[in-house]
C-alpha cells in the first residue's frame, strides 16, 4: 500500500461567503499539534516520566504567491479568534488512486506579516503568520481533532479528554 500524498489543496478566509484563494497560495504551513511534557521523577521511580501539562501554542502560516492586500485588512484587528481559515486538501494514493479529502477549520488572528523582499525581475513572495484559538482536523467527513482553547476542549475521535478536567473545576455546569 502507497501513502496517500497532497495532490492538491485550496485555502479559505471567512464564514459562509469565503474568500477562496484559487492560483494565490502556493504553499501553507499547518498547524503543529504538540503537548507540553514535562519530565518528573519522584522517589520509588527509577527513571523520570514526562507529564502532561497541557497543549502548546497553535499557529499557521500561510505564503502567497505575491501581493494579497485582502490578508493584510486583518492587521491588529481585536479578538483572539476573529480571523477564520480554512484549508482543504486532496491526497490521493497511487496504487489504488482512492482520493482523501482532509479539511482544517482554524480561527485566530494574524500574528505578523512578512512582506518578503522586492527585488525588481525577481518573484515576489509574502508571509502571514496566524495565532490560533481553535483548530479542527476533518478527515472524508469524519471529526477527528478538534481543539477549542477558550472552551478548554481537546476532543480526539469523539473522546472528550478534557471533560473530567472541566467537571471537576465547576466549568461549562449548571446549578
Excluded: W
Aim: negative net charge; glycine residues 10%; aromatic residues 8%.
Amino acid at each position: 500500500m502507497l501513502p496517500r500524498k497532497l495532490k492538491n489543496f485550496m485555502a479559505y478566509k471567512g464564514l459562509g461567503n469565503q474568500k477562496r484563494y484559487q492560483g494565490q497560495i502556493p504553499e501553507i504551513e499547518l498547524p503543529k499539534l504538540t503537548r507540553v511534557l514535562e519530565e518528573y521523577r519522584a522517589g520509588g521511580m527509577d527513571m523520570p516520566v514526562k507529564v502532561d501539562l497541557g497543549q502548546e501554542a497553535m499557529e499557521m502560516t500561510i505564503k502567497c504567491g505575491g501581493h494579497e492586500a485582502d490578508l493584510y485588512r486583518d492587521f491588529a484587528r481585536a479578538g483572539i479568534d476573529k480571523v477564520v481559515l480554512s484549508y482543504s486538501g486532496a491526497y490521493q494514493r497511487d496504487d489504488d488512486c482512492s482520493v482523501a479529502a482532509v479539511d482544517i477549520y482554524c480561527r485566530g488572528r494574524l500574528e505578523e506579516i512578512d512582506p518578503g523582499s522586492a527585488k525588481l525581475g525577481d518573484d515576489t513572495e509574502e508571509s502571514f503568520k496566524y495565532a490560533l484559538a481553535y483548530y479542527k482536523l476533518v478527515v472524508d467527513g469524519e471529526d477527528i481533532i478538534e481543539i477549542d482553547a477558550m472552551a478548554m476542549k481537546c476532543i480526539v475521535n469523539g473522546e472528550d479528554r478534557l471533560k473530567e478536567i472541566r467537571e471537576a473545576m465547576g466549568l461549562f455546569t449548571t446549578f
